[in-house]
């Protein structure tokens, strides 16, 4: 939030403790610009892809999901429904 633009290989993961359409839901308040948010549910299978608007203020996942992807829209045709994803440590 609150920051003028988004590198196109940047983002952020966020995960809940289960696959749940409402934690995973996300919102734009405070966002100056669009993203691609791809929701991957705990068999790290993509389960939505969006590109959220910067005027619209809430984004449900069509399925349960355990994480939510935030990255550029550049990066929305790297993700489809019912691929799979690995999920790695940063460290």
């Known amino acids: 939030m609150f920051r ?3 590198d196109e ?6 995960a809940e403790r289960t696959d749940s359409r409402i934690a995973s839901s996300i919102h734009m308040f405070g966002m100056g610009f669009d993203i691609a948010v791809i929701w991957i ?4 299978k993509v389960v939505d892809a969006k ?6 203020p809430m984004y449900f996942p069509k399925k349960p999901a ?5 990255t ?4 929305m045709m790297d993700f ?5 994803v690995e999920i790695k440590n940063g460290k």
């Open 66 to 70: 355990q994480f939510v992807l935030e």
């Open 9 to 14: 290989y940047s983002g952020i993961l966020l």
């Open 72 to 75: 550029h829209v550049n990066r």
């Open 41 to 44: 549910n705990s068999q790290y």
């Open 51 to 56: 590109i959220a608007r910067r005027w619209r």
């Open 4 to 6: 003028k633009n988004l």
């Open 80 to 84: 489809y429904i019912g691929d799979s």
